[in-house]
């Protein structure tokens, strides 16, 4: 199957900075989502984003399909921004994700 | 409208003993995905259905795990017997029928918890 890696794998910010968090992947995808998990266990969708750049508050993903790799920008991050954010790759019909980078936001 | 639910939230049992683990997805969604992530792991697929028919099923574990879909609509997944290793935490998606590729966004469910003692 594909291998999905993210970087960093934890990562600690001051409220109000800043971050861009990486997804490699190995193969030709189909198709690629972003989540984060909350602290209840839940995975919300941030971005469905085979190629391009999208933008939903301050957050921002860039999917570069033929160089196989999603960037996933956070802005001002706030403590609500706390959980561990997922990438997702979509082939041969289904999801194969990374192991997340686990973010902490301190006020 | 609503998303897709999952029962229980959490499940706490004893190794040897069985759960049933069920999701409804989005109402109209033919595609329903069963994941896992065990251990702080990565999620792992485990099998899709569209509508009742099992369209691929490559990574369930064992013969421990049985899912149905009965009807098309919602699903449910058995453990029998549980062992301590099917901890984690069990997640269902679902989206729509694909049309003009193979791809729709999935909605997640919020998951379900299971604690094997």
């Known amino acids: 199957g594909i291998q999905v890696e993210q970087s960093p794998p934890d990562l600690i910010l001051q409220e109000g900075a800043n971050s861009t968090l990486r997804c490699n992947f190995s193969?030709?995808?189909?198709?690629l989502q972003w989540f984060h998990q909350n602290p209840w266990g839940q995975l919300i969708n941030l971005f469905y984003i085979p190629s391009g750049t999208k933008q939903n508050g301050r957050l921002s993903a860039t999917t570069v399909a033929t160089e196989r790799y999603s960037l996933l920008y956070i802005s001002s991050s706030q403590t609500t921004d706390s959980g561990v954010y997922f990438c997702?790759?979509?082939?041969?019909?289904?999801?194969?994700f990374g192991s997340g980078t686990k973010l902490n936001v301190k006020p | 409208e609503a998303g897709v639910t999952q029962f229980p939230s959490h499940s706490v049992i004893e190794k040897g003993q069985t759960v049933t683990l069920r999701c409804d997805p989005i109402s109209g969604h033919d595609n329903l995905y069963w994941y896992r992530r065990v251990m702080g792991k990565e999620i792992k697929f485990l099998l899709h259905?569209?509508?009742?028919?099992?369209?691929?099923e490559s990574g369930m574990p064992n013969n421990r795990f049985l899912a149905e879909r009965t009807g098309g609509t919602y699903s449910t997944l058995k453990v029998q017997p549980a062992e301590l290793e099917d901890s984690g935490v069990y997640f269902c998606a679902s989206s729509p029928r694909f049309t003009g590729g193979n791809y729709n966004e999935q909605f997640f469910g919020p998951g379900t918890r299971l604690t094997v003692l």
């Open positions: 193969d030709s995808v189909n198709n």
């Open positions: 997702a790759v979509w082939s041969f019909n289904k999801f194969y």
């Open positions: 259905f569209v509508k009742e028919s099992k369209q691929d």
